[in-house]
Each structure stands twice: as structure tokens, then as C-alpha cells.
């Protein structure tokens, strides 16, 4: 995502200051200070602190003067107490220091060191009370809040704004912190210090590179502050110019757009972070500066937000121990008036109890279902049943709204009340039907009584249908319970698996009890923020550190690859995991890459996801020499093979679909499953790679079942199984016209969607292999035509138009990437090919200490034999093994070849040994 500038807003600016506030140390008489703001719906929003060369050194001169003040305080407080005890030792008044003639019938001057002492740490203690009052002299955002009275109409002019009550004025600057206001003020000094005649935006982004909020953002994304600063600062030009710089358009902009993302982001100031995204966002400069350093909006924020949340986390966790002081930890509400649940507490655990004591994880990217949630509450519903698949996120939203509860940001029907999770396997242990349904009524009853619980079931549908030891039925108490949740006298929250929910509760009657609530599975953007709320943790236990990059490869390879689970839980798995790896492998205080990300799901999968290096470039670009060592001939074949794993490996492909789906065409050992063996040897590391399926044992429409599973059985495909256990493989579909038709419409959805459904829903992902299916289809007709003299590209023209129309639907063969008609090999081809097979026999030879040398007349002899135009090369299989195989099993049984002796196969191709001694 590039970056998108801010709209700009119409602001109303103060000529006679030019935007300052001031003249000299006057205030502006026409804007009473205020320099330039702009109207909204209820506000007049104006950015009321000074920016001049005297205010500011009026600033530093108070800071001074204040610090002076403290160091003062400080040597009067302990200057005056040491003293103060000198005297008494001196004087040997130890003795009377607290009797009441020592401090006031004595005449003893050092007395008055004590006082002042006293004065002192007054003084002391009243600064820091002030400090804490003022907040560092910032004000605090407060959301949806209205003004009194609508404007009747947008003031003109700054007569108008005069004209203003204060309940309309709103000062923007004391919502910005202390280092904010600080990152500004030296902005100015910077564009002063340049003779600059405006302060701009650069000036802006070069003073907040030493804001430390701003230093964090850009650590995390793997750029030192002070080397971007250095950047910025050569870009600068100077000028010899005496008057003060004016504020730019683009930084008044920039201080009410910053204002505007504290509120859209509901942080509670405006701190440097967010005069960073305005600054990114007014200035194109500064975007195409980041843009080279490969940042890009949606980076920059994401890692804004990872910043803000661990901000967050720290105020949420000291006003958790603020509230959690107010809350009993025995189940009571303040007033005292719950009832006793001795068996509940038997059976469940307080959630609210453990977010009071901080053992609950932050809710991240989830108000959006919360906010609905509290909606049918206070709608008057009492029941909600979260609906989602596992690893998104459900039981994060439970324990974050008992965190909200211990804040009291809540409903009112929810308030002085606590979150109870029951434990099913607890509930239904050891009993039968009707003792399950008993156990059932005595909670519902406690719950009822107490008036102080919200009830929680986590996966509900474990209570409609749990296996029974003692009869075939299971437990089922679905009933018991929607009779007692119906009249509403409790509030309930559960959650359930689609799955789940579509087999046994959406006909039930529990399901007219629950209102349902979706929860789908994260954005990338989601995860990445509830993996920057955890990294904190995972850091702190591994002693690492995680680059934002880092994060983001968690999340886009997870999706990518890891399909069993959902995000975030797939990412955070592999966030763990990837950490404790970086820790094994260089130790504690490194850094977390997107390099380390890929190694280990590579290591996972055996799917190259790190970065391409060097010696893999030079191989990737070398495919066609390394198969044709294995290949003779087919350079069509080979080149498209070639083009589409090089695309693969660079990542220049549909994501959505297969590396590349190849038809073979071509007559019987001319190479067709050679290449695919070639495939999975050079490109997926090994012929065990590849998955091949004999499309002869399909012949009928129960093999559709065979493929994907027996409906119910969940792990008896043999398709979905072999891919879903090896997903970054070869798939071979040998001889694919004997399918039967029914089998080739199930692989429609493969090479469009590259996923397959199995017999129970789970889909299998084929996005990372290459599919390659091999026919016969129309073999005698290639091989008529190739005897008439035609041109191999004709005959593949006139095989799609006519003859596979006999074989294949158009619409199943428009779905390959490419059909490859194989060539009949010739004489001299089949030498070579004989060349390559004793290649391996030579290997063979070479275990025992024996080496093999053939001559060029023994392959004429083999190729005299092993040749045949209408069976390829599968004859000279059997021409060597009976007459080279055959033979040397016989002289290696006989005892007559010996280490360093060599095999000479020479005219005929006749045996001779060549003793080595």
C-alpha cells in the first residue's frame, strides 16, 4: 500500500501574526492568541501555544528556573538536616533533642536549619503533587463528547471567533505531551538555526527522529533513527536569513491532522506517534524518503499501532490494579448481598477473578464483536453465543469483556457482576443422562440465586451429545438447558464451532435461546496487531527481539501455508517457535528477521519460504541444463517446466492457485514421467516428492471417494491425505483419459481454486505443488502424422481442435497452464538415453570399488536392440538389463571382478574385465 496524503483541511489563519499568536511578546489583538484553527460541527479547535524565538526561551528559561528551584529545595533539605545534626553533636543536645525545652526555650540558632529542612521537603513533595495534577501539563481526549449548543453558524472571520463562548473553543495544544510540544519547539530551532523562511514538514520529521517514541517505530522496522536523521539532515539547505520562520500551510496541517488520528486511533493524547502519521501523510517528500527506505503507509501504521498497544497495555494494566482494588475475590459484589455457589466454584473458574490478578492476554482487534455483544445485552437479550472456528479469537473476546467489567466499561445489566466459566468435562464426569440433567438444574438454581453471575460455556455443543459409558446414546442436556436459559434469569455467554453449530444446535431449541454472534477469522492487519500485543511476552521469555517484518512474514506465511489452523493462532504459534529458534541458533539479544520466519516454516514444510540466495539464483536460472542431464530432447517441455518454477520460486504467480498445471501428450517412453520424476528431484529435493496417482484405478464414479474420502470418515482420501501430509510436492496424474469424468469435474476446482475439499470439510491445499498429468490420448494419431513428415506444431493444433475434444471437455483442458506435446524419440536420442541409464549401473559398480567404461560401438549395439519408434525408450530398459545387468550379476557371483578392476562394455555389446593390479 502506498501512502495516501490527508485531505487538507480549510483553516482560518491570522494574517496580522502570521499564524504566531504573537507579536514580539504581545498577544495578536485580532486573534487573541489563538493564530489559526478551523471549524467543526460544535468546536472552534485552535492550536493555542505559542511557536517564537521569545517563547521559547521563556520556556527553557522556566524549565531552568525550575530545575534550579528542585536542586535548591534538594540542598536545602539535606544541606540543613546534616547541619542541623552537627550542631546537636557538637553541642551534645542528643540527649534533649525531644524533650520541649529543646525546641523552645533553648537558644539554639541551628534550630532554624531544621525548619528550613522541613520547608524544603514541603516544597518538594508540593511539586510533585502539582506534577502529577497536571499530567505534564496535558489535557485528555474525551470521546463522543457534544457541545452544549450546535454552532447557529460558522464564523467568518476572527471577529466571529472572538465573538465565541469558551464551551466552543477548543485549545488542540494541551492534548499534546510534553515531548510532543518539545518535538515542535525544536523543529522550530531547526528551521531558525537554517534561516529557513518556513517551518515545515521536513524540519517536523527530522526533530521527531529523536522523539524516543518515534525512535521505537522506526527500530522496529529495522532503521536506526539516527542514520534517517543524518539522511534528512543533508537534505536540508541552509540560508542566511535573520527573521524567524513562518509556520507552512503543510505544519498547521499537520498539528490538527494529528489531533484528528489521536482521536480516530482513541489514544488519549497526541504524542509523537501521531505527529509522525501526520507528518508521513502531508508531506510527499517525506513519503517518497520512506517509500526508498521500503516503508510504506500500511507498515508505518501498523507498526504506530504496535507502539500504541504496548502503551496501552501498561495504563490498562495500572488501572486494572486500581479497579481490581475495589473487586472481592470471593464472588461477592460491593454491596454484599450475593448468595453462596459452593457448587459452581466446584466446577468452574472466575475469569474475572484472574483479569483482576492480570493472568488474562489483552483483547486486540476485536470491539467491533464486543460492541455487538453489549448491544444485545442492553437490547434485552440474555443469552449470546459466539459462533467462530477454532484459533480466531472467541475466547480472547470472553476474557476481554471481563476485563472491561473489572473497569466498569460495561453495560449496566452487566455491572457488580462476575464472569464464570463452567467446566463440562467437570459437569458431566461420571454420571449418566438423568444425573448429568440434575447436575444441570443445581447449577441453573445457584446462578439464579447468586444474581451476580454471568455464566460462560466454552464449546456449548459438548453438552448435546457427549459420549455415555453407560448406553450409546451420550449425554445430551440441550434440552434442560433451554428451558432454564429461555425465561432469562441470568445472562449467558458460550461458544461453538460452525461445525458444531450446524449439526447439533441450529434445529434444536437451545438455538431460539442464543442470539448468534459471528466471528470470522482475522484480517492481516488484525493479526499482526494481536501478534505485536503478545510480542512483548514471547521477547521477555526468549530474550529476543522481533523486527515489524518479522511479524508480518509470521502472519502472511501462516496464512499461506498453515491451513489447519486459523489466524492469529497459527501466526502466534509460529511467532513462538521462530523465537526460540533465533535463541538455539545465536543466542539471547539478537534480532528477529523475516529471514528466520522463512527458515523455519521451510523447515516445517519443506516449502522454500526465506528469501532467494545467491547459489539458488544461479540454479534457478540453470533448470534446463540440470534436466536435460536426465532428459533428452522435449526442450518444449522443459522450457515451460523451467519458466513456471522460476516464477514460483520469485513469488510472480497467482497465490490462489497450483505452481503450474501441465497436460503431457505424447506416446508411451518418450520422457513424460521421466520429466516429472526430474521435476521432483531438482526443484522439491527428491523423488520422494511426488505423488503419484494411476488414473487407471478410477475408472468409475466411486473413485471420487477414494480421492477424497468416504463421507463421515474423516483422513480417508487418498488424494487429500497425501497432499495435506506433503504440501509442497509434485502430483502426477499418470495415464488421465481412463478417469472417469466425474473425477476429472472434482479436479476443476483444484487447478482454479487450489484447494479441495475433503468428505468432512476440511480443504487441502494445493497452491504449492505443480500438477502434471500424463496422456496417451491420440497417440496413434501423433505417430501417423509424424510418419506423414507433419510439423510437431501442427499436430498439436489439430489435437486440441479435434481429436482430445474425444477425451476431455474444453473447458477442463482451457484450465492448464500448458499442453506439451512429447515428440517420438529417434535413434540418436535413444543412445543418449542409453548413455544416462548406464550412469547408473556405473554408480552401482562404483560402491564395490569397480569402475565402468563404454564404448561408443556398445551403444550402436544397444541402441540396435533397445529401439523402437512405437514403445520409446521403455525397450532399452530391457536391452540393458539383459545385456549388461544380466552379466555383470553373474561375473559379481562368480567372484571375478575385484576392487580396481574395470568393466570394459565394447563392441556388441560385449564384457571384458581390465584387472586394476
Known amino acids: 500500500m502506498l501512502f495516501k496524503k490527508n485531505e487538507g483541511f480549510q483553516l482560518l489563519v491570522c494574517s496580522s501574526c502570521g499564524a504566531l499568536g504573537y507579536k514580539g511578546a504581545r498577544v495578536c489583538r485580532e486573534c487573541k492568541g489563538r ?315 472466575d475469569i474475572t477473578l484472574a483479569a483482576k490478578y492480570g493472568n488474562l492476554s489483552p483483547c486486540v482487534a476485536r470491539d467491533k464483536e464486543i460492541q455487538e455483544i453489549f448491544r444485545i445485552i442492553e437490547g434485552g437479550r440474555n443469552s449470546v453465543l459466539l459462533v467462530g472456528d477454532q484459533g480466531v479469537g472467541k475466547m480472547s473476546i470472553v476474557e476481554g469483556i471481563a476485563q472491561l467489567m473489572l473497569r466498569g466499561e460495561i453495560p449496566v445489566r452487566l455491572k457488580e457482576k462476575r464472569l464464570v466459566q463452567i467446566s463440562t468435562s467437570a459437569l458431566l464426569a461420571g454420571t449418566t443422562v438423568s444425573g448429568a440433567q440434575q447436575r444441570v438444574l443445581q447449577l441453573m438454581n445457584e446462578v439464579a440465586k447468586a444474581k451476580n453471575v454471568v455464566l460462560f460455556v466454552r464449546n456449548i455443543h459438548d453438552l448435546m451429545g457427549s459420549s455415555d459409558s453407560g448406553g450409546s446414546q451420550g449425554l445430551d442436556v440441550s434440552e434442560t438447558l433451554a428451558e432454564y436459559l429461555g425465561p432469562g434469569r441470568f445472562l449467558t455467554l458460550a461458544t461453538a464451532s460452525p461445525e458444531a453449530y450446524k449439526r447439533s444446535m441450529a434445529r434444536s431449541a437451545i438455538s431460539k435461546v442464543f442470539s448468534k454472534v459471528d466471528v470470522a477469522e482475522m484480517t492481516t492487519d488484525q493479526a499482526i496487531q494481536v501478534l505485536e500485543s503478545k510480542a512483548g511476552f514471547v521477547e521477555y521469555q526468549q530474550h529476543v527481539y522481533f523486527s515489524y517484518d518479522a511479524l508480518e512474514q509470521c502472519v502472511d506465511l501462516s496464512n499461506k501455508f498453515f491451513h489447519d489452523q486459523n489466524l492469529p493462532e497459527s501466526a502466534l504459534s509460529l511467532m513462538s517457535e521462530v523465537a526460540s529458534f533465533v535463541r538455539s541458533e545465536r543466542g539471547e539479544g539478537q534480532l528477529v528477521n523475516p529471514e528466520d520466519v522463512g527458515t523455519v516454516v521451510g523447515q516445517k514444510t519443506g516449502i522454500p519460504a526465506s528469501s532467494i540466495t545467491e547459489a539458488e539464483s544461479e540454479k534457478l536460472l540453470r533448470l534446463e541444463q540440470e534436466m536435460h542431464e536426465r532428459i533428452v530432447g522435449q526442450d518444449e517441455a522443459v522450457i515451460s517446466v523451467a519458466n513456471a518454477l522460476r516464477r514460483a520460486r520469485a513469488q510472480i504467480r497467482s497465490q490462489k492457485r497450483p505452481i503450474a498445471n501441465f497436460l503431457f501428450l505424447g506416446p508411451t517412453g518418450v520422457g513424460k514421467t521421466e520429466l516429472a520424476k526430474t521435476i521432483a528431484d531438482v526443484y522439491f529435493g527428491g523423488e520422494n516428492r511426488m505423488i503419484r496417482v494411476d488414473m487407471s484405478e478410477y475408472q468409475d464414479k466411486t473413485g471420487v471417494y477414494r480421492l477424497i474420502g468416504q463421507p463421515g470418515e474423516q483422513g480417508s482420501g487418498i488424494l487429500t491425505e497425501a497432499v495435506r501430509g506433503n504440501p509442497f510436492s509434485l502430483l502426477l496424474f499418470d495415464e488421465l483419459e481412463k478417469a472417469d469424468p466425474n473425477i476429472l469435474n472434482l479436479f476443476l476446482q483444484v487447478f482454479d481454486d487450489g484447494r479441495l475439499t475433503d468428505s468432512v470439510g476440511r480443504a487441502a491445499d494445493f497452491t504449492n505443488t505443480i500438477i502434471i498429468a500424463t496422456s496417451n490420448a491420440g497417440t496413434a494419431y501423433v505417430q501417423k502424422r509424424i510418419k506423414e513428415g507433419a510439423p510437431l506444431k501442427e499436430i498439436k493444433e489439430e489435437l486440441m481442435r479435434d481429436k482430445l475434444q474425444e477425451y476431455y471437455r474444453p473447458e477442463f483442458l482451457n484450465r492448464f497452464d500448458g499442453i506439451v506435446l512429447f515428440k517420438p524419440l529417434g535413434r540418436d536420442e535413444i543412445k543418449i538415453i542409453a548413455s544416462f541409464m548406464l550412469k547408473r549401473v556405473a554408480k552401482d559398480l562404483e560402491q564395490r570399488g569397480v569402475g565402468l567404461r563404454v564404448e561408443d560401438s556398445a551403444l550402436e549395439a544397444l541402441a540396435a536392440v533397445g529401439y523402437d519408434p512405437e514403445f520409446g525408450a521403455r525397450p532399452m530398459r530391457r536391452a540393458i538389463q539383459d545385456m549388461v545387468e544380466d552379466k555383470l550379476a553373474s561375473l559379481i557371483l562368480e567372484n571375478k571382478l575385484k576392487r580396481r578392476d574395470t568393466v570394459v562394455l565394447g563392441e556388441g555389446a560385449e564384457i571384458r574385465v581390465e584387472s586394476g593390479r
Do not use: C
Open 35 to 349: 493564530s489559526l484553527g478551523r471549524f467543526t460541527p460544535g468546536f472552534f479547535l485552535y492550536y493555542g501555544e505559542a511557536l517564537t524565538r521569545y517563547h521559547i526561551v521563556l520556556r527553557k528559561l522556566r524549565v531552568k528556573l525550575y530545575i534550579f528551584q528542585i536542586i535548591g529545595a534538594l540542598i536545602f533539605l539535606f544541606g540543613g538536616i546534616a547541619l542541623f545534626f552537627w550542631q546537636v553533636y557538637a553541642n551534645a543536645l542528643f540527649a534533649d533533642v525531644l524533650s520541649y525545652e529543646f525546641w523552645f526555650a533553648y537558644r539554639f540558632p541551628a534550630r532554624a536549619l531544621f525548619w528550613i529542612s522541613a520547608a524544603s521537603a514541603l516544597y518538594l513533595f508540593y511539586q510533585k503533587q502539582s506534577s502529577r495534577l497536571r499530567q505534564e501539563d496535558t489535557g485528555e481526549i474525551t470521546y463522543g463528547e457534544e457541545p452544549r449548543a450546535l454552532l447557529q453558524h460558522q464564523p467568518l472571520d476572527w471577529k466571529d471567533v472572538n465573538l465565541l463562548d469558551k464551551d466552543h473553543l477548543r485549545d488542540i495544544s494541551q492534548f499534546f505531551t510534553r515531548s510532543a510540544k518539545d518535538t515542535l519547539e525544536q523543529a522550530y530551532a531547526l528551521a531558525d538555526e537554517q534561516g529557513a523562511e518556513e517551518l515545515g514538514s521536513a524540519h517536523l520529521f527530522y526533530a521527531l527522529l529523536s522523539d524516543a517514541q518515534v525512535s521505537h517505530i522506526f527500530a522496529r522496522l529495522g532503521l536506526p533513527a539516527k542514520l534517517i536523521q543524518a539522511k534528512v539532515a543533508a537534505a536540508l539547505s541552509k540560508k542566511k536569513r535573520k527573521d524567524p520562520p513562518r509556520l507552512s500551510n503543510d505544519l498547521a496541517q499537520i498539528l490538527f491532522h494529528a489531533y484528528e488520528f489521536a482521536l480516530e486511533t482513541k489514544d488519549r493524547y497526541v504524542r509523537g506517534s501521531a505527529l509522525l502519521a501526520a507528518t508521513v501523510g502531508q508531506s510527499e517528500p517525506v513519503q517518497e524518503f520512506l517509500y526508498d527506505l521500503k516503508v510504506d503507509q500500511r507498515k508505518l501504521y501498523n507498526v504506530i499501532a504496535w507502539v500504541r498497544i504496548r502503551e496501552r497495555l501498561s495504563e490498562e494494566h495500572r488501572l486494572f490494579r486500581e479497579a481490581a482494588a475495589h473487586w472481592s475475590k470471593y464472588g461477592m459484589d460491593r454491596a454484599m448481598t450475593a448468595v453462596a455457589t459452593p457448587f459452581l466454584n466446584s466446577i468452574s473458574q
